[in-house]
């Protein structure tokens, strides 16, 4: 049978828990977020305490590093004899120097020398077959006998001539051409002397003679060639002692090198080696060239040197120091002790705090002039004051330190340094070039 529906059952059916969850999903919301809000504070809380912890571990670990003694390399100050120069690249040249050539033509014959050795003017060091120019000398002297007897006979007849022309019984016509004739071998006996005389030269020449003192270098040419008159090198001799080193100045210097020139007449000269570090040798400068060169703008100078050890050699290149004047009694540092900050020119010095042990303070100093790894000061510490050469780069003033004696090397003279202004006198402001050599900077 079809049911009929009733007002009852088309009603809809009202859940009583609905409306009630909507809120407490809300609150389920808000507590997540406060937790996880809470966990995000915890971490940075973390990481800035780890931060400052390390922060507080590097300036312990900082300030123990401050308060360590610092190990520096020390030298002490000290017056000594300083000279002030003038710094040029020279070339070695010999005194003298002859490249030998043979005066005639022929075979060249065994040598009489060896390679290297030393050698007399006027010693005879290589010689050429003479056979040709002896047999040239004979011919000119045979030609000489000949015309000589020609001579003596037409002076007989022109004797005879004479007193018959005295005695008219000759004419003046036939006496003057018997005068002439003798005349004429009076000429060839002139010119047979003379081929005589150049015979027996070009026979000399034979024999090559050293035309000067020197040491004898390698054969260019070996026995047994056909040697061309003035054509054909032979040998070279060079003249080692003394020896010339010729250099350039600027001409801004010239004129004080040719004050001090005239007034003492002798200016001291060192050689040094290619770095600059090993003197070799001391002489002389001789003279100044007498024009400067117009493509350079320089004056071109030898000085001599006596080399008995020979101990410079043609050709070679060495520094040339030209010693301009001598400080006696001069206050030499280091360069490497030079620092420059904001206070200016200085060096660490080290002294003794109250409890004797050793501390680095900031001493200034002016600076005369720069010659390589030493500086002239004008002013600074007393003469004996351990300063500072190595590690000043961690001082501060009152650091304690550990000192320990530098190993210094020789001094190297600067190649540009120039310490005497255009009238060639001492500059009197410091040297701005010992700040650049300094090793360190102070901050």
Not at 1 to 19: A, C, F, H
Not at 70 to 76: I, K, T, W
């Amino acid at each position: 049978m079809p049911m009929l529906e009733t007002s009852e059952s088309r009603t809809p059916v009202i859940d009583p828990t609905g409306p009630q969850r909507a809120p407490r999903n809300r609150t389920v919301r808000v507590i997540v977020y406060v937790v996880l809000l809470a966990a995000l504070g915890l971490i940075a809380w973390r990481i800035h305490q780890n931060q400052s912890q390390a922060a507080a571990n590097s300036a312990k670990q900082a300030a123990m590093l401050m308060n360590r003694p610092v190990p520096v390399q020390v030298v002490a100050t000290e017056r000594k004899a300083m000279p002030v120069f003038l710094t040029a690249l020279g070339t070695v040249t010999p005194y003298m120097s002859v490249t030998v050539k043979a005066r005639v033509s022929g075979e060249l014959l065994p040598v009489k020398f060896t390679e290297g050795q030393e050698v007399r003017q006027g010693q005879t060091i290589m010689t050429i077959d003479p056979g040709p120019y002896k047999a040239a000398l004979d011919q000119a002297k045979g030609n000489l006998l000949h015309d000589e007897a020609l001579l003596k006979n037409a002076q007989a007849e022109y004797r005879r001539y004479t007193a018959l022309y005295q005695a008219g019984v000759v004419s003046k016509e036939t006496l003057d051409a018997d005068e002439a004739a003798m005349g004429q071998y009076q000429g060839a006996i002139a010119a047979d002397k003379a081929a005589v005389d150049n015979a027996q030269l070009q026979l000399d020449w034979c024999s090559i003679q050293s035309p000067i003192n020197g040491k004898i270098g390698l054969r260019l040419v070996d026995p047994g060639n056909i040697i061309s008159a003035n054509t054909t090198n032979l040998v070279i001799i060079n003249q080692l002692r003394p020896i010339a080193v010729y250099f350039t100045l600027p001409e801004n210097q010239l004129p004080a090198v040719l004050h001090k020139l005239a007034a003492e007449r002798q200016l001291s000269v060192d050689a040094y080696d290619r770095n600059d570090v090993q003197k070799i040798a001391t002489g002389e400068l001789l003279t100044t060239d007498n024009q400067i060169d117009t493509t350079t703008g320089t004056a071109r100078l030898k000085a001599v040197f006596n080399n008995e050890d020979e101990s410079l050699f043609p050709n070679q290149f060495v520094n040339i120091h030209l010693v301009m004047e001598n400080r006696p009694n001069a206050l030499v540092v280091p360069t490497a002790a030079i620092q420059s900050g904001v206070q200016g020119t200085f060096v660490w010095a080290i002294g003794k705090d109250a409890g004797g042990n050793s501390v680095a303070r900031i001493q200034p100093v002016k600076v005369a002039l720069t010659e390589g790894q030493t500086t002239i000061l004008d002013s600074g510490p007393d003469a004996g004051t351990s300063i500072v050469v190595d590690g000043a780069e961690r001082l501060r003033p009152g650091q304690s330190v550990i000192v320990s004696a530098a190993h210094t090397a020789p001094s190297t003279p600067a190649p540009q340094q120039n310490p005497f202004g255009a009238t060639g006198g001492p500059r009197p402001e410091g040297n701005a070039s010992a700040a650049h050599h300094a090793q360190g900077r102070h901050e």
